[in-house]
């Protein structure tokens, strides 16, 4: 989450680190505003979650960057249908944190139950047939149940890049908590050199594909998404193309509050991706066309379009 975001629980929940990329503040163990959230029953923790949601888009947290978001990204909707968007968006934002708060502790069958796969035999088959595959998703719905969801949803050891906390108690919290159903973690920068070293054993990765890379990083090119360039990582297309793997995103939706379906849609076939920035298109064009169907629950307040291209960025 964004790092505005601090702001919401006023630094009582949450300490410095990373959730699925995008920076966030990990749980303090040891603060008793965390730990009383942390043990209220769920429905509570929505309860109180959604009235503090409430409040922030009441207060404006953000809204400045949503309105932007909003108009770049949205510019078809009427005035009025982008407020709508950002109202469901502050609305959803509640829920979203307590199920992040809730994802420490849900039981396996509570998750299969909220998290619904509507295809798993898109990614289970190519795993079958000898292919590795690579679940790329994004910071839509809930990325952490996600992770959690198809931790034990295939036949196959899941590994996920992330990027470690600068807290080492709030890096063993996340750690813990995102490995609770059989994820391998491994640090984002490592992710290319874990896979050499395994030597093709890592048949089953997920990413998170829409960061926004930092101006220093050479590894990022420049598509369109959302009717502008933006900055993607190349990691995603290059792995894909130099090692082998059937690419496909993980398309989520919420269907009520609490509960969730995904479905995988493919995006580029073990060995057949001959340019990295193939696939990167491809998730590009099918992430933005799942946002538009369902833009209330894309994370409009992270920084995405925080700079232009530059002339000589490729």
Known sequence: MGRGFESLLRHQVLQSSTIAGVHCRAPQPLNPVFRLLTHLPFPVQRALLGWIAFWVRVCGWRRGLLDDHLGRCLSDLSPAGRDQVARDFYRYLGDLVAEILYADRIGLADLEARVRLDNPEAVQSQLDSGK???????HHCNWEWLLLRCSNAFRE?????????????????????????????????????????????????????????????????????FGQETA???????????????????????????????????????????????????????????????????????????????????
């Open 132 to 138: 590795r595959v690579m679940i790329l998703a994004a």
């Open 157 to 225: 050891p899941l590994f996920a890049a992330y990027k470690p906390a600068t807290v080492a108690s709030g890096d063993r919290a996340l750690k813990r908590m995102r490995t609770r159903f059989g994820a391998t973690l491994v640090p984002a920068k490592q992710i290319v050199q874990e896979l050499i070293e395994r030597r093709g054993t890592v048949r089953l990765l997920a990413l998170v594909a829409d960061q926004s890379p930092s101006v220093s990083n050479e590894q990022q090119s420049w598509l369109p998404f």
């Open 232 to 314: 993607f990582f190349r990691g995603p297309g290059w792995i894909a193309a130099k090692m082998g793997y059937t690419v496909l995103l993980a398309a989520m939706r919420r269907e009520r509050p609490g509960y969730y379906a995904v479905r995988f849609v493919p995006l580029a076939l073990a060995g057949q991706v001959k340019d990295p920035d193939d696939v990167l298109r491809a998730y590009a064009r099918e992430l933005e066309a799942h946002v538009r169907a369902h833009p209330a629950e894309y994370f409009w307040a992270y920084k995405r379009w925080k700079r232009e291209k530059r002339l000589y960025d490729k």
